[in-house]
């Protein structure tokens, strides 16, 4: 075949195919005006593959087989999830990034930071919201740690001077079966009892909250195994003092209601039984008490110790008589504190507010917690520079059983962390000095990508970001979800972080990195805008962190690959040869597998890894033109490509397409 003939056929200048030849193991000298027919054939080949491969280098490819369809689909996997967990542990549980949970969250009104505990209840919801199913994981504790931190805890509770203690409100938990009403419950005391004091107090209540009733005080925990309730009962510490366990009058005990009994007994952790929805015409009570009796559990009518209160929690009947109990049993076990020591506690919940920084709801166990007291929580620690009680008041001072939000602490702790309060303010800067010296001699992880199908790594563009923020929470909290960003072939980069406000400098060191400069709470000085504008680089300032990741994520879409998906949807065998063209042929075929269509590809693979692709330009039934023809018909093909197949070779008809890729 003549040179020229062979570069136009490749659709490239003769020089440049001179140049190439050498390149795919053909050196045949500058001077060559023809080359050998097989070589010509071998070179087209080779060099069809090689353009294959260099068009697929701009996409990511996703392969989809006709086996994959039997695949487990997504909505069918089921998910075992712990009692609590952090939005990061559930996101990796799920294969999911942490930001697609966190807007999951998000949607369903939960404002959970990545490292803020949440209850299996609400990550059932979320979970099976997005395909899956759930179940209760088997609890898997560190036994040592976790009985070291109850010793600690009891020797922080213990008070020397027996005459210092005075009675302190009763902190209660409400546990019992799925739909029996413990919700409905919390509602109708909170209701009852607290929206008369505040005006939309319903909506304002911090996790914990308090009522009253006859004069006295009652500390109730907000949800049904509340994560601290559930992180101090892993540990063998006791948060609640007394639990009700609700039982419905129409269903009786059941699974759920028998583990809460039997949590109650084992942490030795007095109880009531609330027998609800006796306002229910299928209520039979006589029947719970009975079923409690043969698990040794003898009503008080029935000459026995466990205390039953009939309610209804839908029409509010009965919760006076139950609160009445509660106390009763508060008197019995003698729940004191003394409220003049230096206050010990536990961290309900915790979270970094967009506009307060660390939050955290706290139970006050022992002595008073005030403002401008230094308190530590583990390797935390801080100065409480306001409080809150539940109803969103700002408050001085919280005694024993009180539950309060702080402001004031350097980062947000976990639920469950014990707290104390220590006069001597070093402490507390020493273990800040710690924190801080630790946080930035930590060198940020080096990121390789791999692709989600190999466990090769993958080239990956940077987006570099240069990070001010208002406080170390702040950072801390953004720098964990930027990187939680990064994708196979992108990543982000946190080239520099820092506190304070964007100046020139950050202008002039995110321009030499080639950075984007985000600030958090924080402003942009006039004089770094107008560098900034200068000198080309993205600058912005925001008050939501949501908004922030956002901008990050449409940065990072910018620089995704599109991806090319190819669909296979049939497989062929070949027959027959019936006509070969200069760029097409016709052969005739047995669709093997799935269907053969007009305007889908067609591949086969030769030895030694190439390629030949063509275009399915007709299907033909006889003589007539078909849209289609499926497994087990005989069919005619018309190909657009180069004509070297062979009768006997299998054929892949498969779709293209291109799809634009988003961070979600």
Not at 466 to 493: H, M, P
Not at 587 to 611: D, E, M, N, Y
Request: aromatic share 4%; charged share 30%; glycine share 8%.
């Amino acid at each position: 075949m003549n040179i020229t003939e062979l570069a136009r056929r490749l659709k490239i200048p003769t020089q440049q195919l001179k140049e190439e030849l050498p390149k795919l193991g053909f050196d045949i000298g500058h001077r060559a005006i023809k080359v050998d027919d097989t070589v010509a054939e071998k070179v087209i080949k080779l060099w069809a593959e090689r353009q294959r491969k260099l068009r697929d280098s701009n996409y990511v490819v996703v392969e989809k087989r006709l086996d994959d369809n039997k695949l487990t689909k997504q909505s069918e996997r089921e998910v075992e999830l712990p009692q609590t967990l952090t939005p990061r542990e559930f996101a990796a549980l799920l294969g999911m990034s942490v930001t697609t949970v966190v807007g999951e969250l998000f949607k369903n009104g939960i404002m959970a930071s990545i490292n803020e505990c949440i209850d299996f209840e609400t990550a059932s919801i979320i979970a099976q919201d997005l395909g899956f199913k759930t179940k209760v994981a088997a609890a898997v504790t560190n036994e040592v740690d976790e009985h070291k931190t109850a010793i600690d805890l009891a020797d922080l509770l213990q008070e020397e001077d027996k005459s210092k203690l005075k009675p302190r409100p009763p902190v209660v938990v409400v546990m019992g079966h799925v739909d029996h009403g413990k919700t409905t419950l919390l509602d109708a005391i909170r209701s009852t009892n607290v929206a008369a004091q505040e005006s939309g107090a319903i909506t304002q209540h911090i996790g914990a909250y308090q009522v009253e009733e006859k004069g006295r005080k009652i500390t109730f925990l907000d949800t049904p195994g509340h994560e601290a309730f559930s992180a101090m009962r892993s540990r063998g510490g006791r948060l609640a003092d007394i639990a009700i366990i609700v039982v419905a009058a129409d269903d009786g005990l059941q699974p759920q209601t028998m583990e809460a009994i039997e949590i109650a007994q084992r942490e030795k952790l007095p109880f009531l039984i609330a027998i609800n929805k006796v306002d229910k015409e299928t209520a039979d009570i006589e029947r719970c008490k009975k079923t409690l009796a043969e698990i040794n559990l003898l009503p008080e009518d029935w000459g026995g110790k466990t205390i039953c209160v009939p309610i209804s929690a839908k029409k509010k009947q009965g919760i006076p008589e139950l609160l009445d109990m509660v106390l009763l049993l508060a008197d019995l076990e003698k729940v004191q504190a003394n409220p003049d020591r230096l206050a010990v506690g536990t961290i309900v919940e915790a979270h970094l507010d967009k506009g307060e920084g660390p939050v955290a709801t706290v139970l006050v166990q022992t002595g008073t917690l005030r403002v401008c007291d230094y308190l530590l929580v583990g390797e935390r620690g801080g100065k409480v520079k306001a409080m809150r009680n539940f109803k969103g008041e700002n408050v001085t001072s919280a005694g024993p059983s009180t539950p309060v939000r702080i402001l004031g602490l350097k980062q947000a702790p976990h639920a469950g962390d014990i707290f104390k309060v220590v006069k001597d303010e070093s402490l507390v800067r020493d273990v800040l000095r710690k924190a801080t010296k630790f946080q930035r001699n930590v060198a940020l992880p080096t990121i390789i990508a791999k692709d989600e199908t190999t466990e090769s790594a993958v080239p990956q563009t940077t987006l570099n970001v240069i990070l001010k923020t208002d406080v170390l929470g702040s950072r801390e909290a953004l720098v964990a979800s930027l990187n939680q960003l990064s994708r196979g072939d992108v990543a982000v980069k946190i080239v520099r972080t820092g506190l304070g406000s964007i100046n020139e400098n950050d202008v002039i060191q995110a321009e030499a990195s080639k950075a984007v400069l985000f600030g958090f709470n924080v402003p942009l000085l006039p004089q770094a805008e107008m560098l900034a504008k200068t000198k080309g680089v993205y600058t912005h300032t925001y008050k939501v962190i949501y908004d922030l990741l956002d901008e990050a994520k449409k940065q990072l879409t910018t620089m995704l690959k599109p991806e090319l998906v190819r669909s296979q949807v049939g497989e062929a065998r070949i027959l027959e040869i019936f006509r070969r063209g200069k760029r097409d042929m016709i052969v005739g075929c047995r669709v093997i597998r799935g269907f053969a269509r007009p305007g889908t590809k067609v591949r086969t693979l030769r030895s030694g890894g190439v390629q030949l692709e063509f275009k399915l330009l007709e299907v033909r039934l006889g003589k007539e033109v078909v849209g289609e023809v499926s497994e087990g018909g005989e069919c005619g093909l018309k190909l657009q490509g180069e004509p070297a197949l062979e009768a006997g070779e299998n054929l892949e008809i498969y779709h293209e397409e291109i799809r634009n890729r988003v961070i979600n």
